[in-house]
């Protein structure tokens, strides 16, 4: 399914479709990314 919306089609077109593979999965991890006040990602859980 998002193979089929505007933002699969990108990153599929531009070489990245294991991340959107990934990115389908369903509780896949225990952590997420979390955007910090300084524009960097942590890992949370």
């Known amino acids: 399914m998002l193979y089929d919306c505007g933002s699969g089609w990108e990153l599929a077109a531009r ?8 990115a389908a999965q369903w509780n ?5 990314p979390v955007l910090r006040s ?8």
């Open 15 to 22: 070489g990245f479709t294991e991340d959107v593979t990934l």
């Open 28 to 32: 896949h991890s225990q952590t997420v």
């Open 38 to 45: 300084d524009l960097a990602y942590e890992a949370s859980r």
